[in-house]
């Protein structure tokens, strides 16, 4: 299994421009994440899936969109790209929820890192 | 929301010495608890998880403490080597998984 892969590995970014980071897994997972981390930083959620066609925010959601439309693919969008979006960004799976919290080991992606200049 | 705490920031020890992170969180709810381990450049890795149903687990050198009523967990790491050497990450799973702050931990051959 190639496990979570990610698209592209680095990539710089206009001002205003826009983009999308793409985010694959081949493990069936339930679930899946986008994380934002900032130089020295922790990782921050951005959005997550439960499953295709569910998506909700996290806790830094603004200035991204992301959709699930199918079990294997969760890309994230970046619109109206700013500075402030500079950052790396992780795309993580895991197999899903039991008693409705989140318990399962999350696997991350090797992450894109963004400039937007 | 949950809230995660993480102390210290950095931890600098000898090699053979051990190593100790601590971290705190405000949900009561939350009963998952992973660490990660964050090489330079390389993705976040598990190398350890607690449930609320256990006080304490061990794996090898490393070992989680779990203390549901006072809210914190703490991450052990017996006889350090030089590649323990990296950013390890708690995290507490109150609804979403939320990570703390990160502590590079550094150990010196």
């Known amino acids: 299994n190639a496990g979570v892969t990610q698209t592209p590995k680095f990539r710089i970014l206009k001002i205003g421009q826009s983009m999308t980071l793409q985010c694959a897994q081949d493990m069936n997972h339930n679930y899946m994440y986008w994380y934002r981390q900032d130089p020295g930083m922790g990782l921050k959620l951005i959005y997550y899936?439960?499953?295709?066609?569910?998506?909700d925010k996290g806790e830094v959601p603004n200035g991204y969109n992301v959709s699930r439309s199918t079990t294997e693919d969760f890309p994230l969008r970046l619109e109206l790209a700013a500075p402030s979006q500079t950052s790396v960004y992780f795309c993580?799976?895991?197999?899903?929820?039991?008693?409705?919290?989140?318990?399962?080991?999350?696997?991350f992606g090797p992450g894109t890192r963004l400039t937007v200049l | 929301g949950e809230n995660v705490e993480q102390h210290p920031s950095t931890l600098s020890v000898q090699e053979g010495d051990s190593a100790v992170i601590k971290c705190t969180y405000s949900?009561?709810?939350?009963?998952?608890f992973p660490w990660y381990k964050q090489e330079l450049g390389k993705r976040p890795q598990l190398i350890i998880d607690?449930?609320?149903?256990?006080g304490e687990k061990k794996d090898q050198r490393i070992a989680v403490t779990l203390n549901k009523t006072a809210k914190h967990f703490s991450l052990h790491i017996t006889e350090t080597q030089p590649e323990d050497s990296a950013v390890y990450f708690c995290a507490a799973n109150g609804g979403k998984l939320i990570f703390g702050q990160g502590t590079e931990l550094s150990v010196k051959p």
């Open positions: 899936s439960v499953g295709a066609g569910i998506t």
């Open positions: 607690i449930r609320s149903n256990v």
């Open positions: 993580a799976s895991s197999y899903g929820l039991l008693g409705g919290l989140i318990t399962d080991t999350q696997y």
């Open positions: 949900d009561s709810a939350s009963n998952y």
